[in-house]
């Protein structure tokens, strides 16, 4: 079994074949035991890829996915800066760090969907509610992470700072957000998934518009064909989503990746 | 060191819980929105009470445990059956690359259609969600065998199940317990999600019901509440954490010598 995985794995043509494989052999299964599906609930994959072409790429796509998105990457970009901003300072300061930690544990604990019948008190039902829902989610992880990070800067490393005399934003720069930053794209990560969670929660009620509020709307309405194709948009978005993020790791923390891995083959 | 911080963090706590006692009464923000600490803590008081707690605090542990234990199971059997056959984890790194981001909420429509407001609802959506984290630990933890310590265990001649014993089971653990830890977290936020937009009972509940009937302090006492379980899971998991990996260098170096 071993052996003829590896031979497999070695030809191109193998390689394509695992990777392919399995999802192939998968839909074509689903496409067969559900083509002449009569069962009100799970219809054949057929009708919901009618559905879905119908459905999200019309003028939906605009007025449903797009909101959806631009709450996501704004609630998303001010959870990166409030979270890496307030990380650096808390994580600075040992005083700090002791006197909030309780308190962070404390926010943190609490799951982001169960603060969203208090967040509609504060900001009504409009666009600013979402994005703070969004926020207060996804603001934990990159903060707690950025914490974790700038505690851990190394040393040699700030002692060699500290002679040099590099200060402020230049040691901000090259020192704390440089060895932070594999650990704040941990949190960025964990983020992203949580992220994608409430930004459907958030459309779930009293909206008007929205990926979320969408398939909510098809399933009070039975459209089944159309709730499937909604929950396969999520998940192509959730998986688009993760290999764009995959790219920006790549850019971002090459020279880790690089180092881990000659790290790796010396030891 | 220790003693200090623990002050310091209760001082945290005390002024965090002054803050909002004061912002409300001064009317920096109308206390109808945000009621004083005083008032969320005598609405939970009465609330414990009443008797009216314990019941949906128990209902949204029974759930959280239940979907947990089935990830758990699911995610370590899968795992190490996966990651020991170098053909199935070719096979279907890429599947569960494509599943394991599809956001659990996603399921949620179906779960109202095919359940209802019960259990099995909200279990679906937290196995679902709780089940990618142990699975994708378990096998980074299986592969991750050390090659010495694998070609010991060769030259010793151990067996297969001495081996699963003694190398597999030892380098897994680690990340095992780490995927657990994630699972837990993540299975927590998804219960009371569930017990929020599907209506299974359980604290997500109580608190849209005390919202609808503009309750508001004790809206802000049970999602302390929610919180408070919360903190408890992770300190519980933490503990089972160090003892699960007493013997783990990671642990060792904690303890100052």
Known sequence: MRLAGMRLAGTVLGRVGLVLGLPAVLVTIWWIVSADSEHFLFRSLRDILVAFRETWLGPRLVEDVLPSLSRLAQGYAASLVLGIGAGVLIGSSRTLRAVVEPVLELLRAIPPPALIPLIGLFAGIGDTRRVVIIIAGCVWPILLNTVEGVRAVDEVLADTCRSYRVRGLGRLRHLVLRSASPQ?????RQALAIGIILMVISELQRTDRGIGFAVEQFQTSFRYPEMWSGVLLLGVLGVALSLLFRLADRQILGWYHGLRATQKESR | ??????????????????????????????????????????????????????????????TWAIGLALAVVAGVVLGVVIGSVPFLRAATASTIEFLRPIPSVAWIPAAIVLYGPVRAGTLLIVVYAAFWQM???????????????????????????????????PTTLPYAVTGLRLAATVALILTVTGELFIGTPGLG??????????????TYALVLVTGLVGVAANLLFRVVERRALAWHPSVRQEVPA
Not at chain 1, 184 to 188: E, F, K, L, V
Not at chain 2, 39 to 45: C, F, I, K, Q, T
Not at chain 2, 205 to 218: F, K, P, R, Y
């Open chain 2, 205 to 218: 509940a109580e608190i849209l019901l005390a919202a609808a009937s503009g309750a508001v302090a004790l």
């Open chain 1, 184 to 188: 704040i794209m941990t949190g960025a």
């Open chain 2, 1 to 62: 060191m220790r003693l200090r911080s623990l002050w310091l963090g209760l001082a945290g706590l005390a002024g965090f819980g002054l803050l909002l006692e004061l912002v409300p009464r001064i009317g920096v923000v109308s206390d109808r929105y945000l009621p004083p600490t005083s008032r969320v803590l005598s609405a939970l008081s009465d609330q414990i009470e009443a008797g009216a707690l314990w019941r949906p605090v128990g209902d949204t542990l029974l």
């Open chain 2, 135 to 169: 699975l994708v630990q378990v096998l980074h933890g299986v592969v991750d065998v050390d090659p010495v310590a694998r070609d010991t265990a060769r030259s010793y001649r151990l067996g297969r199940w001495a081996r699963a014993r003694w190398l597999v089971w």
